[in-house]
């Protein structure tokens, strides 16, 4: 039998990105002679960071459409006709079995023309609430592999799989490398650690609250590790020289911090949230509000519904100290959140989404 060639596209923001690969690699450890071909904007970060996986990735002239007028704006029905072609034209090279969406605006138009070439095509939205851009790819698609209750608002039912969000795999036993993970940050063992996570390209309001309250933390005698992310880099470096804080870009050890950490705050996009979840440690949600439909809210609600998390929206911002405070020292609550946001995990959803792609593949 010839291998099968897999042709999957998502990008534009790590929660995109990682998904995509953690399922490439699965099918890769299933069909170890399967090809596979990546589609992704051009200028984004799935550029870099496929490639770094090892895996092969083509570039289209896309991008979102911005809430107010630019020059993006009106070039965008140019840019998306533009990558209809390109979408084509790699589809008629590379002979696609099955065609896999994660999300992102390259994901648009590579579907659209693998389903009218009648590829089999299957997407994995991430979030509780779906973009746009997988609401128009669901009436084609085969399989739609969701993480939440209820998009049966969204999506037709009879295609609707509920698999989780793939999340790291070294994630999984991170109880087991809480010394390892305080050993390598250089952690005072005395004090609590709190993660504070922006994203990848980090989060201006979060960056801005924990400046703010720096002598606050320092107070309140915890140590943080503060993942500012790579457009604030600069501007939030200094603060490494201050004996209780680390100021980090990124962090590639993702396991071992969470390892180390006692509270974390973060963004709340879907990619985060599922790798949360299996963490089990005790969260505070600051959503982004600038996202489409507000889908970071709407992530966060789902869990802080269930008494899984705190959800701190941008506008209380003012009252962070005190719902900090009051969680830092009431033992019994984070316990209780860690135990229900454990609940909500779902580890084995990357091999979940690999089995329906596999069904495809065998029709």
């Known amino acids: 039998m010839k291998p099968y060639n897999i042709l999957i596209s998502g990008g534009g923001t790590g929660g995109h990105i990682y998904p995509a690969i953690a399922i490439a690699n699965e099918i890769k450890l299933r069909f170890s002679d399967a090809n596979f071909l990546f589609v992704g904007a051009k ?71 693998a389903s009218r070439k ?48 793939p999340v790291r795999q070294d994630l999984l036993n991170i ?51 503060w993942q500012c992310g790579k457009f604030y880099d600069n501007e939030y470096k200094k603060y490494d020289d201050l004996e209780y804080v680390q100021v980090h870009q990124f962090v590639n050890r993702m396991d071992l911090v969470y390892a ?25 949600f600051i959503p982004s509000p600038n996202v489409a439909e507000d889908h970071q809210t709407k992530n966060a609600k789902a869990i802080a519904d269930k008494h899984g998390a705190i959800l701190l929206p941008e506008s209380e911002l003012d009252t962070f100290p005190i719902v900090f405070e009051t969680l830092l020292k009431d033992k019994g609550k984070q316990e209780h959140l860690s135990e229900n946001i454990k609940e909500l995990a779902m580890p084995s959803a990357t091999t979940n989404i690999v089995n329906e792609i596999e069904k495809l593949l065998k029709r």
């Open 43 to 113: 200028d984004k970060m799935e550029m870099e960071k496929v490639p770094q996986a090892g895996f092969e990735i083509k570039g289209l002239w896309i991008s979102g459409i911005q809430r107010k007028l630019t020059l993006d704006n009106l070039l965008f029905p140019f840019k998306f006709i533009s990558s209809l072609w390109k979408a084509n034209s790699i589809i008629n090279k590379f002979k696609p079995d099955i065609a896999i969406g994660t999300g992102g605006f390259a994901s648009g138009p590579t579907l659209i023309m």
């Open 118 to 165: 009648g590829v089999a095509t299957l997407i994995q939205e991430q979030n509780s609430y779906p973009g746009i851009t997988n609401k128009l790819l669901s009436k084609r698609a085969k399989k739609i592999c969701v993480a939440y209750d209820n998009l049966e608002r969204f999506f037709p039912l009879n295609k609707l799989v509920k698999t989780g969000n």
């Open 175 to 225: 109880h087991s490398k809480v010394k390892e993970g305080k050993d390598y940050f250089k952690l005072d063992k005395k004090k609590k650690t709190i993660l504070v996570l922006g994203g990848s390209l980090g989060a201006r309001k979060i960056n801005q609250l924990i400046e703010t309250n720096l002598e606050f933390f320092k107070k309140q005698d915890v140590q943080l590790i």
């Open 260 to 284: 180390a950490s006692d509270i974390i705050i973060s963004r709340a996009g879907a990619s985060s949230v599922s790798e949360l979840c299996i963490v089990g440690k005790p969260v505070v």
